[in-house]
């Protein structure tokens, strides 16, 4: 796979989405967001062993005249995911867990937000196999603290590259504590995606607790149409809210059904190394959020349930993200 030619792909289509965000009054400001998730956060090094994701968030604005109490947004992020089996030691293909596979990824999304709800729509362009150069970073990063190896990059997935559709909802259930500095609210979520890399639905809520309790969308994983909406904050006097600062914690519970998953089904278009995967998954994740002026700092324990037939137990990561609002 020529490498220039999927970069060109990448700012070809950043250059198409950002023609959506046509001018308007804008409503506060816009963010960058650093999410990391890793298993040596939970002492652990298998299976999704690593994902790093940078967002750019635009300032919302309001939306036509024909609808004037939504406002609307992009985000444009670039990321990469890593996955491996559990003995990373052994040269052989494993064939009862799941294939070394990596994806190098580019996603662009519109975002509407109203009082109470949130919708997302979300393209995701990206390379999965050798040309993600995710064995490259795995090994480099190994070296750094002299961990051991992965010695079964040759039996990664193929060069394919993959797209996908989003959309994802969040709406608040109900919120307490609006006028006193703790508060708790419960947010819900549903959500699909259609496409090469996956094709599934998931559908959740989470439940936070805290001091000075955000007025967003809450705090989600590493997911297509997920994380970005934490930072889309209803205050309109920016500056006031800015200087806020607070603390809370949350639980995270959601189901996915899944029926179709390129790093468990293998490469759409040739053979490669695959594994039977569940059809139903869950996620219980638990965390913090430390909101401090225009820093924002969060970290999630992550327990996700067997993915596939032959896996030898669930598997536990952790997850931190960084953002600013500038």
């Not at 867990?97 to 996603?107: E, F, K, M, V, W």
């Not at 393209?123 to 999965?128: C, D, N």
């Not at 934490?230 to 995270?252: C, M, P, V, W």
């Not at 695959?274 to 638990?286: A, E």
């Amino acid at each position: 796979m020529n490498q220039k030619v999927f970069f060109i792909m990448v700012l070809v289509g950043s250059f198409l989405l950002s023609s959506i965000a046509q001018p308007g009054v804008a409503q506060n400001r816009g963010a960058f967001s650093f999410h990391l998730e890793n298993d040596v956060f939970a002492l652990t090094d298998r299976y999704y062993t690593h994902g790093v994701k940078l967002t750019w968030i635009s300032p919302d604005r309001m939306s036509n005249r024909s609808d004037p109490l939504s406002r609307r947004a992009i985000s444009v992020s670039f990321g990469q995911n890593i996955y491996t089996p559990y003995h990373i030691e052994r040269e052989d293909l494993i064939e009862d867990d799941r294939p070394y596979a990596g994806i190098s990824y580019l996603t662009l999304a519109l975002h509407r937000k109203r009082d109470q709800t949130m919708d997302t729509f979300e393209f995701l362009l990206g390379i999965v196999g050798p040309s993600s150069l995710a064995a490259e970073v795995q090994r480099f990063v190994h070296s750094l603290y002299r961990g051991t190896q992965p010695q079964g990059w040759h039996h990664q997935l193929k060069d394919e590259i993959v797209f996908g559709l989003v959309f994802d909802k969040k709406w608040r259930i109900f919120r307490s504590g609006e006028e006193k500095k703790i508060g708790y609210d419960l947010i819900g979520h549903v959500g699909g995606s259609l496409g090469t890399m996956m094709t599934a639905a998931a559908t959740g809520w989470q439940f936070r607790f805290g001091s000075n309790l955000p007025r967003d969308f809450g705090t989600f994983l590493l997911r297509p149409g997920g994380e970005s909406g934490a930072l889309f904050n209803e205050q309109t006097n920016h500056q006031a809210d800015a200087k806020r600062s607070g603390i809370h914690g949350y639980i995270y519970l959601v189901g996915h059904a899944v029926y179709r998953n390129i790093f468990l089904d293998g490469n759409t278009f040739s053979d490669s190394h695959r594994v039977d995967k569940y059809p139903f998954i869950g996620d219980i994740v638990l965390g913090f959020v430390i909101n401090q002026k225009r820093f924002r700092f969060g970290y999630a324990y992550v327990y996700r349930t067997k993915q596939f037939k032959t896996q030898a137990r669930p598997h536990i990561f952790g997850a931190i993200n960084i953002s600013y609002v500038y």
